[in-house]
């Protein structure tokens, strides 16, 4: 195999392991997501499946002095000739240097947005106990002792009072 093509197997390969699978799976909650990311996992597999095997195989090397025997010495010395004048050109990656930036880019901003995520997932849980709390002391709970913890509302229920704003 050419060294190009070599490292761009070696890449996909390295890049299949290197990926949480099952970490991403556990993130998603609806079932289309989770459809989706199956057929994503799949197309991924057979991608780097076929990179594996077809492009990682060497061809095998041409036995020219059988087909001198069975066709003739000149006409397959003009094929090997012909054969070896062959160049495949080398790849040159020209979309990665335009699209990396723009990747790091995104991936700093999944981060920051992963982050945002988690902090308001903690405010959020805080607020479920803070209401579950409620919930549980609600019917031996005061008026004083609930605004005692809600200061803001009795702030604007004592305002409304005071401009005889009824709430209707």
Do not use: C
């Not at 949480?20 to 996992?41: P, T, Y």
């Not at 991924?44 to 010495?73: A, C, H, M």
């Amino acid at each position: 195999m050419s060294g190009p093509a070599k490292r761009v197997v070696d890449v996909a390969f390295k890049a299949g392991k290197n990926i949480d699978w099952e970490g991403m799976a556990k993130l998603l909650v609806s079932d289309e997501a989770r459809r989706e990311f199956s057929g994503l996992r799949r197309a991924f597999d057979e991608v780097n499946s076929q990179l594996q095997t077809k492009f990682s195989q060497e061809p095998e090397p041409i036995d020219w002095e059988y087909y001198r025997k069975g066709i003739g010495p000149r006409l397959v010395d003009m094929y090997k000739e012909a054969y070896e004048s062959i160049e495949i050109p080398k790849f040159v990656d020209t979309v990665t240097p335009q699209y990396k930036p723009k990747f790091e880019a995104l991936y700093v901003e999944l981060k920051e947005a992963e982050e945002k995520s988690w902090k308001e997932s903690e405010r959020l849980e805080k607020e479920i106990a803070e209401v579950q709390e409620l919930k549980k002391n609600i019917s031996t709970m005061t008026a004083d002792e609930y605004f005692a913890k809600h200061p803001e509302l009795k702030k604007k229920f004592d305002d409304e009072i005071r401009n005889d704003q009824w709430g209707y």
